[in-house]
């Protein structure tokens, strides 16, 4: 099995605070130690269940020089490759050359969450985002992506309001880990990391053995993606050729499916 592991931060274990997971500030070292240590489990869970191909791929954007850079390269699990460097959902390759599965870590909820922790969609300036009007969020547009390519997402990890998201927007045969459950969007109460590495591990080890039966994440088509911003000025970033402006703080795009849509809101 080939695989393909995309890492958020704002889900991993014992991550409660934006303090964790944005570069510069007082607990960005802690956080990338605790993100690093999740995805050595994930990786070793995939390893001892035999898979042959896992790559990873760091999607934090912590800010500046560690956007998508969050992993502390000297700790990393042997036996995978690990991508930095690049823009958020832009790396396919291993999506077009052939992938079993993929796998979601330490993701968070859509903006707008009761209990999400650090719960948002994509930037605090996006107040709500749509696919075919359905409020949505990261894992739908990460399983969007995956899903073009024939990809289907086997697990999620997060907090409970994660978890309960993946099997809305992808179906009840996800496989989700919860390691923590919000307390409104700054708190938590969470497993011990140790023990959600633990769970991880295995889990990841039982999707690669024995994947669940979930279909390829794909909207129907053609497809209408739509994104209000919380304030009119972040309209202007996004006026590329082929997005409409919807009202002073509303963009749109149509397009012959999901990806294509996506790649004209998101240019990168
Ligand atoms: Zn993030």
């Not at 269940?49 to 390269?73: M, Q, T, W, Y």
């Not at 739908?140 to 927007?169: N, R, S, Y």
């Not at 990391?193 to 999707?207: K, L, T």
Request: hydrophobic share 40%; aromatic share 8%.
């Amino acid at each position: 099995m080939q695989l393909m592991i995309w890492v958020d931060a704002e889900g991993i274990s014992g991550v409660t605070s934006w303090e964790q997971v944005l570069a510069g500030r007082s607990r960005y070292d802690e956080g990338r130690r605790l993100i690093t240590q999740e995805v050595n489990a994930a990786v070793r869970g995939a390893k001892s269940a035999g898979a042959d191909k896992i790559v990873v791929v760091d999607c934090h954007g912590a800010g500046g020089e560690h956007s998508f850079r969050n992993l502390i390269p000297e700790l990393l699990e042997p036996g995978a490759e690990y991508v930095f460097g690049v823009p958020w959902t832009t790396y396919t390759l291993p999506l077009e050359q052939g992938c079993d599965g993929a796998i979601f870590l330490g993701f968070h909820a859509k903006s707008g969450t009761p209990n999400g922790v650090l719960s948002h969609t994509v930037s605090e300036s996006w107040l709500n985002f749509y696919i075919n009007g359905e409020p949505l969020g990261e894992i739908a547009i990460c399983a969007g992506v995956c899903g073009h390519f024939g990809v289907p997402v086997l697990l999620v990890t997060g907090d409970a309001a994660t978890c309960e998201e993946a099997k809305m927007t992808l179906g009840e045969e996800v496989k989700t880990v919860c390691v923590k459950e919000g307390i409104g969007r700054f708190s938590a109460r969470c497993l011990a990391p140790q023990e959600a590495w633990s769970v991880i591990e295995r889990a990841v080890a039982e999707v690669v053995r024995q994947p669940p039966k979930v279909s390829p994440f794909s909207p129907s088509e053609p497809t209408t993606i739509r994104v209000e911003f919380t304030t009119p000025e972040h309209v202007r970033n996004y006026l590329h050729e082929g997005v409409c402006q919807v009202d002073e703080r509303t963009v749109e795009v149509t397009a012959e499916n999901f990806y294509a849509a996506w790649r004209i809101l998101w240019r990168r």
